[in-house]
DNA sequence: CGGCATCCGGGAAGATACTG
DNA sequence: CAGTATCTTCCCGGATGCCG
C-alpha cells in the first residue's frame, strides 16, 4: 500500500488571513466566512440547535454549518453546551464577547437598507426581525410612548420593549403585552416596512392581532426605512 | 472554430445571494466577498488608482481587485473617475453611499480588537492606520486638548484634527500641524497601539518625529485598546 | 433527531504571465 | 499603469451515509 496521490500535503491548513492589522480585517479573519454572521446573527436572542439553525437559515448546507460552528467555537464567539435531560440535546450560545457583535448588524443593516437593490420583501428570520426593530426604531415617532408588544413567530415568543427613548427585544414569555402580533416574520414585516394594512393581512389570515388593535396601528410606524440613494 | 466545450449554461449568474430581507444580509451580498470591504477601507480617505489599491493590499491579485472594483461600482458604491491632463489616469472614488460604510469599520474594529488572535502588529495601510485612530480615540484621555497632528505615510500625507471632544482624520497638506510623524504606519501603529517608545522608533531611523515632541507623547496615549476578552 | 465524515461538481480565489 | 488571460487550488453547496 503505497500513497497513491501526493497531491498536497497542508502543512499550512489553509489560513486564508489578511494579515492585516486593521481591526475591521481581523473581524473578517473570525467572521468574513460565508454564513459566519448569519448564523450569529441567528443566536443574538438566545441558544438554539443544530436543527433551528438550520430551518431558520434556509440555504446553509449542514457540513458548512458544521465548519461555522466549529470555527466560531474555536475563536470563542460562541460555545456548545448540552441541555439538562430530559431534553439532553445540545444548544450553541453566544459568549459575551459574541453577544457584543450586535452593533453591526444594526449598522451594516443601516448602510444595506438604502440600497437600490434591497428588497424587504424576502425571506425573514425572527431574529432578523426583532434586531431590524432595535436598528430601525425612531424614538421621534415613538413620541415618549412606553409600552410592550409581543410576537408569536413560529414557535418563539418574543417582547419588544419601547421605553425610554429606546427599543429592546428579547426572548420572553409574552406576559404584559398591550397586544400581540401572531404570524410569519415576513408577514410582519410587511406591515411594518412594506406598508401593507394590518387589516389586509388580517383578513389573509396570515396574520392575527390580539389586545391593544389601535396600538398596533401605531407600532407599524415607529420603524422607518431609511431613503434609497438617489431618492 | 466549433465549441469545444459545453460544459456550462450559466442561465443563473452565479447570484450567490442569501435571499434574505435582513440589511445585515443584504450588506454581505453587497460586500461580503473576500477583499470588497477592505477595498472599500482603502477609499474611504479618497480616490486612489487601480496599483494604489494593489500596493495597499498585499495579498489581493489583479483578477480579484478588477472584480470587485466591477460589482462595487455596479451597485453604486464607488465610481471610476478619468483625471483631467496631464495626470489622464483613472481613479476610483466612493460615492456618497459608499462613504456612509464607515461606521462599519469602527463597530467591526472595536470588536474584533477584543478578539484574543489579535495582532496589532502585522502590516497596517494608512487608511487603517486613521480609522483606526477615529475608532479608538477616548475623549477622556485628551481631555479637551485641541490639535492637529500630521502624519507623512509613503507618499501620502494626513491631517488628524482632535477637537470638541472629537477625533477626526483626512488626507490634507500638513499646514498648521503642530507635531509630523513621518513613518511607515506599521511603525506608528507600535507606538500608539504596541507602547513602543517614540525615541526607540527614532532612534532606529523607522520614525521621525518634528515639532512638539512632547505633544507628541501625549498623542500616542489618546488611543487605548480595549481588553481582550478573557483578560 | 443531532451531528459529523466523505465524495463530488462548480465556482470563486490566488498566482503568474502577458498585453495595450 | 491598468488591467486580461490562464491555470491551479481551495471553498461552497448538495447528497449520501455513518453513528450515537
New interface residues.
Partial sequence: MKLEKVTKMPETPSVRS?????????????V?E?WA??VI?ELMFGPKRFSDLRSDL??VSANVLTQRLEKLRE??VLTRRKLPPPAASQVYEL???GY??E???????????????????????AA?LM??FK?MFDPDRANSLETRVGFRIGEETFLVRIEGGKCDAARAALDGAEVIFTGAA?VI?AAVYGGVPLETLEADGALSVAGDHALAEKFVTYFPLPPK??G
Wanted: one cysteine or more; a negative charge.
Fill in positions: 489578511y494579515d492585516d492589522a486593521c481591526g475591521a480585517a481581523h473581524a473578517l479573519d473570525l468574513g460565508r454572521l448569519l446573527r434556509p440555504g475563536i470563542g459568549t459575551p464577547w457584543e457583535i452593533p453591526v448588524f444594526s449598522v451594516l443593516g443601516r448602510w444595506a437598507a438604502r440600497s437600490p437593490l434591497h428588497d424587504p420583501t424576502l425571506p425573514l428570520s432578523s434586531l431590524s436598528t415576513q414585516a440613494v438617489g
